[in-house]
């Protein structure tokens, strides 16, 4: 069997590579930049997420726990930078406490490990000694890594095992021609038996082109990142990350040691006027048009109406964005933050204005679209690849 995989993101090579392992059939996969892991794959914050805040028996929970040890296995076996360095949840007000103690039983329910309540500040200061709070959780599983060479390993692997890796190759159309699939470039025509989209920002947009309306839209979010000055680096040992808030639909700024060197704080959401919207100029026209005339993403702005306002102010104001950070590590300033990077979430969205919260793969015809995989899509991505497998082989 023939097998194209459209988008050459962590998840889309985690599964040409599981694939190819498993011995399902010949495969190509097809990406439109030079190279691959261009996008959400590399950029985010390189953390490796244990399963802690998914609900019990989801597609995330389930895969975040099987991939975060597939994960540092496969980083283990490659020689990639990682470490388990452990993450602190932390509850900076009494409202919060219950709500960790409810991310605490959904944890050992997930089946993470050495999972420890910590009371009080001056417990809170034996792991991250700057960081505030009356309460935390400590997540000993999670880490940190380097995606970039998780994505060039994968590479090696499927060209290794006789498959292709096609750089440069954006897909422009794609068409049943008898039983199989026809995919067109502005050059040329590649015939295969099986498509499997993994798309990412643009997974909802392949799925059309296959005659495969999907029941969702791709609603691009920016999340802006600082980086800690000198100062203020040493500040933070690890992972220190607030207990979520149920009425906010995103995790909430946090800070995060990179594997490479440094201290990210962030992110924060806010609306991208491009599916590649890294920076606050970058718009096209297009993708606006798209969001725009998107009944679920009016129903989203009016229902968290008061959130999105105060995360544009956010972006807006780097002040306030140290404040928020203040609620985990009392000693941060202004001054301490310095420009850092972006990522875009292709986030999927209903047309009632709820955000997928979980994976979702959809059947076609000889074809699986992968319509919502973030976060923690690139810790799961080996676990996502599973699941593909699966569903190729059960067709």
């Not at 039983?179 to 947009?205: F, I, K, P, Q, T």
């Amino acid at each position: 069997m023939r097998i194209a995989i459209v988008g050459g993101g962590i998840v889309g090579l985690a599964a040409a590579h599981k694939l190819l392992e498993n011995g399902v059939g010949k495969v190509v996969l097809l990406e439109k930049e030079d190279q691959v892991g261009r996008h959400q794959s590399t950029h985010n914050s390189g953390v490796l997420h244990a399963g802690l805040y998914y609900k019990a028996g989801s597609a995330k929970a389930r895969m975040a726990v099987s991939g975060i040890r597939q994960m540092v296995a496969f980083a283990r076996e490659h020689e990639i930078s990682h470490e388990i360095c452990g993450k602190l949840v932390v509850a900076t007000d009494p409202s919060e406490v219950e709500r960790l103690r409810g991310l605490h039983g959904r944890g050992i329910e997930n089946g993470l490990s050495g999972l420890r309540w910590i009371n009080g500040r001056s417990e809170i200061s034996t792991i991250e000694p700057n960081c505030g709070g009356i309460a935390a959780l400590h997540v000993p599983e999670e880490g940190i890594i380097d995606y970039g060479a998780v994505c060039t390993a994968l590479a090696d692997g499927i060209r290794g095992r006789g498959g292709e890796v096609r750089t440069g190759w954006k897909v422009t159309s794609a068409r049943r021609q008898g039983r199989e699939w026809v995919l067109s470039n502005a050059r040329a025509e590649l015939s295969v038996d099986y498509l499997v989209n993994c798309g990412g920002l643009y997974s909802d947009r392949v799925a059309l082109l296959a005659g495969e309306p999907a029941p969702v839209k791709i609603v691009p979010f920016r999340g802006e990142y600082f980086r800690l000055g000198a100062r203020a680096e040493g500040l933070v040992r690890n992972l220190i990350y607030p207990v979520p808030d149920p009425t906010f639909p995103f995790l909430g700024v946090h800070f995060t040691r990179m594997i490479h060197g440094g201290v990210e704080a962030g992110p924060n959401a806010v609306l991208a006027l491009s599916r590649e919207g890294y920076q606050k100029t970058d718009v096209r026209p297009g993708d606006v048009f798209d969001a725009l005339t998107y009944p679920g993403l009016w129903r989203f702005l009016a229902r968290h109406r008061v959130m999105c306002w105060q995360e544009v102010r956010r972006s807006m104001s780097r002040a306030r964005f140290a404040h928020s950070l203040q609620k985990l590590v009392p000693d941060i300033r202004e001054s301490d933050l310095e420009a850092g990077g972006s990522g875009v979430r292709a986030q999927a969205m209903s047309p009632s204005g709820e955000l997928v919260q979980d994976f979702s793969l959809i059947r076609g015809e000889n074809a699986l679209h992968v319509l919502n995989a973030p976060s923690p899509a690139a810790t799961a991505s080996l676990a996502i690849a599973d699941e593909i497998v699966s569903m190729v082989a059960a067709r």
